[in-house]
């Protein structure tokens, strides 16, 4: 049956990453696909295009409350015009936004959440949002943090803190939504990217799978983007992608910054390894 297959994860987490190899997955290309394909494949939750057959003006008039009241309609409305499953990446948490559902029970096939050590997101989501590192500290925290509109491009998305959006997406004991953590994927990408390639159905192929966890390796991506750019690049960022390793944080974070870090979001830091 159709339905959205939600790749989700906090900001700068690796979701792209994720988008990319699903991409060339899917696509089987003789090459590397080129990285501005990767949303035609993989698109965005909050791309305009899917709330305008709701508007009769721009979809950058309409205000945050009428925004959330029409997400669960975009979705299934994307659903109903397709015969395939979509992978579909959002930052959202999984819960309401101005008193209306972030995402419709009846569109989802699946989720696929990805986790990453937050004193590694919050570098590269500082660089990412123009931020100082204690301002983005304090924007994980935040219980009401959005990730604001773009006029013309994307609406916002409600992405409350790290700790609410990890507890979310995962607390919930059930066979349709797959946990994994960005350093495993670093760590051994040809385990967990064919682990997700064969628990959604999308190609049991050994040699295409490998084949696209090579056209989407981080070194690949990292050379794309220099020679072709990158379409989802912040304007704060020299690049999107950034180094492509953990840990980096021991080197950058003072003993402060790591204990307010580790005291925000201890539980679920500990519940998945990171304490």
Known sequence: MPGILWLASYPKSGNTWMRAFLA?????????????????????????RWFQPFCKGPVADLDAAQVAALRVRAQERAVSLNTNVIPMKTHSYLGENHGHPIFSMKAIFGALYIIRDPRDVVLSAADHFGLTTDEMIEKLADPGAIAAAMAGTIV?????????????????????????????????????????????????????????????SFDQLQKQEAEQGFSERSVHSEKFFRAGRSGGWREVLSAGQVARIERDHGTQMRRFGYL
């Open 24 to 48: 060339n997955l899917i696509v089987d290309p003789a090459e590397p696909l080129p990285l501005n394909r990767i949303g035609q494949i993989c698109p965005s939750e909050p791309a305009e």
């Open 156 to 216: 916002h998305e409600m992405q409350s803190s790290w700790c609410n959006h990890v507890e979310s997406w995962t607390r919930w004991n059930h066979p349709g939504i797959y946990t994994l953590r960005y350093e495993d994927m670093v760590a051994a990408p040809q385990d967990q990217f064919s682990r997700v390639a064969r628990r959604f159905g999308i190609s049991n192929d050994s040699g295409r799978i490998e084949k696209a966890i090579a056209f989407s």
